[in-house]
């Protein structure tokens, strides 16, 4: 089971949200992955370097994947089936398999997406 993370969460981490951590911490002692995307590390990331560091700690726990062109049509794709608009939140949905969790600071945006895909997903509010 992973856990796949938003902007929302990624914020939080970097506010040093303690549950948020612990999220984290209890995914890593689990052997869980803890992924998002590049799509999602460009809305949080400005290279503040020290008012960063916290973000930069937690990404280098976390596995990146790449918003490629696969990602990107599959997202596409939900996005037509689902009738919305954002291809960050969609792209971030399809990491995200049956059983996993998202942790999200929009459950109303990202519900309607994880619906789309016939997945069971749980939502977790960052």
Do not use: C, F, Y
């Not at 020290?50 to 596409?76: C, F, H, N, Y």
């Not at 689902?82 to 990202?110: C, F, H, N, Q, Y």
Request: glycine fraction near 10%.
């Amino acid at each position: 089971m992973k856990l796949v993370l938003d902007s929302g969460a990624l914020i939080a981490l970097e506010r040093n949200d303690r549950a948020m951590w612990r999220r984290i911490k209890i995914a890593v002692v689990a052997g869980s992955p803890t992924v998002s995307h590049g799509g999602i590390v460009g809305q949080v990331w400005r290279g503040h370097g020290s008012r960063q560091a916290l973000l930069a700690k937690a990404l280098g726990g976390i596995e990146v994947r790449p918003l490629d062109e696969t990602l990107g049509r599959a997202a596409g794709e939900l996005l037509a089936n689902s009738k919305r608009a954002d291809v960050i939140d969609a792209a971030l949905v399809l990491l995200a398999e049956e059983g996993d969790r998202i942790v999200t600071s929009d459950p109303d945006d990202i519900e309607p997406l994880a619906a789309a895909t016939g997945r069971h997903i749980d939502l977790i509010r960052a």
